[in-house]
């Protein structure tokens, strides 16, 4: 799952994006408000996290071009001036949920989870096929009740698989949502995390639509 | 201090008192003057009469009655007199004397001499009295009296006649008085009205609209107007920029400790103390929105506009969270609270009901005469009632379960109270959970 960070405070923009890695999310910061309006109207976000006091041009006006562009990846807004006021501008202007500073990092992390579901319109945070679990709140992942050790990247592919479940992903999508902004975007990788992802959690997991994509089917 | 109205008033009235009396007093005096002018003009004249008849007579006191001649002096103690005594002693009188006789005659001067005395029937009388001396050289004495009573029936009569016109012309005075006060003070009337009105709406008060007199303290007030929106701009401005530039290194430092935490280091009193202060400084930005949106000028939020925005919002948010929330608001509703202000109130606790409720929440706003109440029920477990006092308090958490800083309820009541409303904390008769009652001040234009 990739995620724009759009905060100029350098050291929470570390921290933020520290903790997201480590979570198997690959994360773009943006400095600024031109920067940040920039990346979420040209890469394919699965979330925007927007600080809406900005440098160059605040988030508001940020997220209202988003929206007026009909751009509508789920936006989390960060606050740090103090009223009810502004929270409910960027709720009216098209924003998902908001946090005010200063919070707690797992709040954060629950609160992208929690978009992240709502996006792909599953309630439960745990994903299930043929004994293969899934657990989106710290993405670990058993087969048939033991654990499987997987990398970042292989936990990446596999979250945007099961939080696509059932839709067709091609490798351009996957690499797309896997790698950050100036990253080595090789969709051919991708047939490599595929493979090892098929040997570590067995061959019926991802099934393989030939010069097309590849699905995750669970039963609706 | 005692008011305009009441000054200008009370020195119109006793000016127009003090008018009336000295009007009355001279007008009488002038009266009287008049009338005992008359009086004696008639006097003199009957006098005048009585003179020629004796002069013309053939000195019997026929001839001298039939000379002057008028009825009034033939109808007994009629009012009207003469008397003439003869050179020889002998006494004419008019028949309506009867008996009786005028007064004796005074010595010889030579001149006409007036002079009131009292009848034999204590008639209050005039008379007029002159030693005659005719061409043949005898000497006679004539006297003519009227009586005065017609005299002080007129006067009377006058004087009624006077009191009562003044009486008119004095509650006209004070009628006069009265719109005099009304029409002076009707600028300053329109001043407190328009000011008042201003508390409302953008813009400075009309100068041109007002006399010259009062022009000055229009401008003035609108200076201070001007002042007041600037101080209150900026003191907010000022707040904002400063929970600002705190809160993001504060987020920092909590993270930073939090990592430390995940990793077994000791900072638990660390992280303590920085939730203290983050809740203080929230209570401190609150408190100095909630000082300057009280004494600010242009403050009313039609709810219309802000709860509607307000009520979009959190249903969304409470949709992310799988709940629902209905709104009940009644339509053109408008309190006395600034709009930002208004919705830290409701932010706070729609986000507590947020935080707390099961799986519904409710928002109804209606009118009550001079208040509007609004109210905010969920299905959540509620504030037993021995606790409700403290969950208003600054800070106080009763269940450390759910993220946030205690202070929801605090800030919605300060703000609450600092613009004169009030809030309340029941248990929801429909949901069960905890009701939440605010009630403002409406906003009158």
Known sequence: MRILLAEDETALAQQIKSVLTSEGRVVDVARDGVEAQFLGETEPYDVIILDIGLPQRDGLTVLKSWRSKQISTPVLILTARDGWSERVDGLDAGADDYLTKPFHMPELSARIRAIIRRKSEQRNPVFEKDGIVFDTRNNQVTVRGLPASLTAQEVAVLSYLFNNSNKLVSRTELSEHIYEYDGDRDSNTIAVFINRLRKKLGDGLIETVRGRGYVIKLAQ | ?445
């Open chain 2, 1 to 445: 201090m005692i008011s305009l109205r009441a000054r200008a008033i009370t020195g119109g009235v006793i000016w127009a008192i003090f008018t009336i009396i000295i009007g009355v007093f001279g007008l009488a005096s002038y009266v009287d003057r008049l009338a005992q002018e008359r009086f004696d003009e008639l006097l003199v004249t009957r006098h005048t009469q009585a003179v020629i008849s004796v002069a013309k007579s053939a000195m019997t006191q026929n001839s001298i009655a039939s000379g002057i001649g008028e009825a009034s002096y033939r109808r007994p103690f009629s009012g009207q007199y003469w008397q003439v005594i003869a050179p020889d002693g002998e006494v004419f009188v008019s028949e309506s004397l009867v008996d009786a006789r005028l007064p004796r005659p005074g010595p010889n001067t030579g001149k006409i001499s007036i002079a009131n005395f009292v009848g034999e029937t204590d008639e209050q009388l005039r008379r007029i009295e002159e030693w005659l001396t005719l061409e043949d050289g005898s000497i006679w004495h004539v006297q003519v009296a009227s009586s005065l009573s017609s005299l002080l029936q007129d006067r009377n009569q006058l004087r009624g006649n006077l009191l009562l016109a003044f009486g008119l012309i004095a509650i006209l005075g004070i009628i006069g008085a009265f719109l005099q006060a009304s029409t002076t003070l009707r600028p300053l009337n329109d001043l407190r009205r328009e000011v008042l009105s201003r508390w409302d709406k953008e813009g400075g008060l009309d100068v041109a609209g007002y006399p010259v007199e009062v022009a000055p303290l229009v401008n003035d007030i609108n200076t201070l107007l001007d002042r007041n929106r600037e101080i209150i701009t900026r003191s907010r401005r000022q707040a904002a920029d400063l929970a600002h530039a705190v809160k993001t290194p504060s987020a920092i430092v909590r993270n930073e400790l939090e990592a430390l935490q995940r990793n077994g280091q000791p900072v638990d009193q660390s992280i303590a103390a920085l939730n203290r202060l983050d809740a203080q400084l929230n209570r401190s930005f609150a408190r100095i929105r909630a000082d300057g949106g009280s004494s600010s000028i242009n403050t009313y939020t039609d709810l219309d506009i802000s709860l509607g925005r307000m009520s979009k919002a959190f249903t969304s948010l409470a949709g992310n969270l799988g709940k629902v929330l209905i709104s009940d608001i009644s339509s053109n509703l408008r309190v006395r609270m600034d709009r930002t202000d208004f919705e830290e109130v409701i932010g706070n606790l729609l986000d507590n009901a947020l935080k707390w409720s099961a799986t519904e929440i409710r928002i109804t706003a209606r009118d009550e005469q001079d208040h509007v109440a609004i109210i905010i029920e969920d299905d959540g477990p509620g504030i037993p009632e021995a606790d409700r006092k403290t969950a208003m308090m600054s800070g106080q958490r009763l269940d450390t379960s759910q993220p946030g800083t205690g202070l929801g309820l605090a800030i919605a009541t300060d703000v609450a109270y600092a613009y004169g409303g009030e809030v309340t904390l029941g248990t929801s008769d429909r949901l069960g959970g905890l009701k939440v009652t605010i009630r403002l001040k409406t906003s009158g234009f």
